[in-house]
């Protein structure tokens, strides 16, 4: 069964340094999102991108996150300067359509850990 | 504003009990989604279900049952004879209608189902 997959597992980085955290979608699908879970607590949406571009995204997602799809496969989450609190569980989910209906499948998630 | 409210915070049962979750949700949207979401302690993300808000059918899933009710703006989730592989924490989440992505998580109730 397709799924989506998330590389690396656990990712620790020093504060202000650079993080790329990748994700391959299932392969027919269109749309791809980013979500966090800071441990212990909800699940939060980031972004969601189609067609090359941001679709939609939250207050959490600003100038320090971005996101590009820079093939036909990849889907990466940059955070430019990480903060300690940034350090969370980040997951990939993707669908095959953007409707409501459309269920998100997720990735296994990467751990980051800022210290 | 979305809004998934699960009240229950940790439940243990003994096995073979049969268990409920609950779910309240909030939004102005006249059409829109509900899903169920387990992530076992491995920390993945697990579809469970998905219902739209204008089909308000009970649906059951082997050992797994969901109670929509619109009325009272609930999705509750049943379990029926537990066991010690349901044990995992338990999201509810809401997804609006047209032109909205994110999906909104409750903050889960996690699920200990003892031996």
């Known amino acids: 069964e397709p799924e989506v997959t998330q590389t690396p597992s656990h990712q620790v980085t020093q504060m202000g340094q650079e993080v790329i955290l990748r994700c391959v979608p299932i392969?027919?699908?269109?749309?791809f999102y980013w979500y966090r879970q800071i441990l212990g607590q909800k699940v939060e949406f980031l972004v969601s991108f189609y067609n090359n571009e941001i679709s939609e995204k939250s207050e959490i997602f600003d100038d320090q996150f971005s996101v590009e799809r820079p093939d036909g496969s990849n889907f990466t989450l940059k955070i430019r300067s990480t903060k300690l609190e940034d350090s969370a569980m980040y997951f990939c989910a993707s669908s095959d359509r953007g409707q409501g209906h459309n269920e998100q499948f997720f990735g296994p998630g990467t751990r980051l850990t800022v210290l | 504003a979305q809004k998934v409210t699960q009240a229950q915070t940790e439940i243990s049962v003994v096995e073979k009990e049969d268990v409920t979750l609950d779910c309240v949700y909030e939004?102005?949207?006249?059409?829109?989604?509900l899903f169920w979401y387990k992530q076992p302690p491995s920390g993945e993300l697990v579809f469970l279900i998905r219902r739209n808000s204008f089909d308000e059918q009970n649906e059951i899933s082997g050992r797994y049952s969901w109670n929509f009710q619109k009325s009272t703006s609930s999705f509750n989730f049943t379990i029926t004879a537990s066991q010690v592989v349901d044990s995992a924490v338990y999201f509810c989440a809401l997804r609006g209608g047209a032109g909205s992505y994110q999906l909104t998580f409750g903050k889960g109730t996690k699920l200990s189902v003892i031996p």
């Open positions: 939004t102005r949207d006249t059409t829109y989604y």
């Open positions: 392969s027919n699908h269109l749309y």
